[in-house]
């Protein structure tokens, strides 16, 4: 088995990477040019139909910058948030329509801006279309609205592997590991992020520390780490 190989094992291997649909989204192409409140003239039907989904779903948000930014007028009601939110499950556990559910997120975060779930379910249903680029950008925004929002984090330093970025995805567990310890499959999603980038010696110690913590460790990755370094 080579390393590349090991790639889609790997994030396979640790159940939140597949619910996540990281592989589905790293491997289907997604529309780049959604990157500001007004899209592109597209010539392909059903490019055009996802486009104006895209539109109507994300009206009143601002893509253009590192993170979701609220361009609509804010209510600053919990109670709104809180109920556009929990629909926005119900779609993407039944239905699982991205746009919809993009849509419920986005009243969510209009009625309040500082609600970060509803910024992290948005991140999930992004990627229900492929569509990585929007997903991070949500989690950027989740972890604005609560820089100690765990698993937007932990989502965050998944996205960064899938693009390739292993000294992002690092820097985000790294962090996660310092303020939560206990929070699961960091240290082993760090030993793989760090044989990547052929730091053996930092996959073995974050190894050691996953194994001692329980951690899910893919088991077809402790011979591909034996083959490229033995234990220290």
């Not at 609220?70 to 239905?95: C, F, M, N, Q």
């Not at 993009?102 to 948005?122: C, K, L, Q, T």
């Amino acid at each position: 088995m080579t390393p590349r190989t090991f790639i889609g094992l790997g994030v396979a291997a640790l159940s939140v990477a597949l619910v996540w649909g990281l592989q589905g989204a790293a491997g289907k192409p997604h529309n780049t040019s959604r990157a500001g409140s007004l899209g592109p003239v597209v010539d392909d039907p059903k490019e055009a139909l996802e486009e104006k989904r895209f539109q109507d779903a994300t009206a009143g948000l601002d893509f253009t910058g590192s993170a979701v930014r609220v361009t609509a007028p804010v209510r600053h009601d919990r109670t709104k948030a809180l109920a556009a939110y929990k629909a926005g499950e119900r779609i993407l556990a039944t239905e699982n329509v991205w746009f919809t559910a993009v849509g419920n997120f986005r009243d969510a975060v209009v009625a309040d801006p500082s609600y970060a779930p509803a910024f992290e379910a948005m991140s999930r249903a992004f990627l229900l279309e492929g569509d990585v680029e929007h997903s991070e950008k949500a989690l950027k925004a989740a972890l604005i609205a609560d820089p100690h929002f765990d698993k937007a984090q932990f989502s965050l330093g998944l996205s960064r592997q899938a693009n390739g970025d292993y000294e992002g995805a690092l820097e985000q567990w790294n962090a996660l590991a310092l303020r939560n310890p206990a929070y699961p499959d960091t240290y082993a999603r760090m030993s793989i992020a760090s044989y990547y980038k052929h730091d053996y010696s930092s996959a073995w110690k974050y190894l050691d520390e996953a194994q001692r913590r329980k951690q899910n460790v893919p088991p077809q990755f402790i011979p591909l780490l034996k083959e490229a370094a033995p234990r220290p």
